[in-house]
């Protein structure tokens, strides 16, 4: 009896664990890509203009260095910082934005895609906090809307 127990006991773990296995390697349905065509920043009076210009610089490189082979929907990004924080940790090396991201369509104007995201940075050099933001924060973007390229 103790041997059929066993017996039993493996052979529902093995089936557990090929379909854990099968629902890994399940395919996963693609994001939707679309032709970006220009981004605009924009903020609160509390967020310093230097993250701004980073920001918009940097994702309208990307912007132009992209190709695209197909034909996709074109959308101009409207990119919102909504609030950052700076100096948060033990060693107040850590920097939280919270951005908010729209694409309007080129042809009508209304949003299509709407993303939100928090985005963490680290900076020893309080200096350099907003430049290594604006890095962060357009390498998500790039990210997220599949775009390439780097601008510096």
Do not use: H
């Not at 210009?53 to 992209?66: C, H, L, P, S």
């Not at 604006?134 to 390498?139: F, I, Q, Y």
């Amino acid at each position: 009896m103790n041997w059929l127990r066993s017996c039993f006991c493996r052979t529902v773990l093995v089936c557990i664990a090929l379909t854990a296995c099968v629902s890994l390697s399940a395919n996963k349905p693609k994001a939707p890509l679309y032709d970006v065509r220009s981004a605009v920043v924009f903020s609160g009076p509390n967020i310093p203009a230097e993250l701004l210009a980073g920001i918009n610089d940097r994702v309208n490189a990307a912007i132009n260095a992209t190709m695209r082979d197909t034909v996709l929907p074109r959308v101009v990004l409207t990119i919102r910082v909504v609030s950052i924080e700076k100096g948060l940790g033990f060693q107040k090396d850590r920097n939280v934005a919270k951005i908010r991201v729209d694409a309007a369509s080129v042809d009508d104007g209304s949003v299509i895609a709407v993303s939100a995201f928090d985005v963490t940075s680290i900076a020893a050099d309080p200096k350099l906090a907003d430049d290594i933001m604006a890095e962060d924060v357009a390498a998500r973007i790039r990210s997220v809307f599949s775009l390439s390229g780097r601008s510096r």
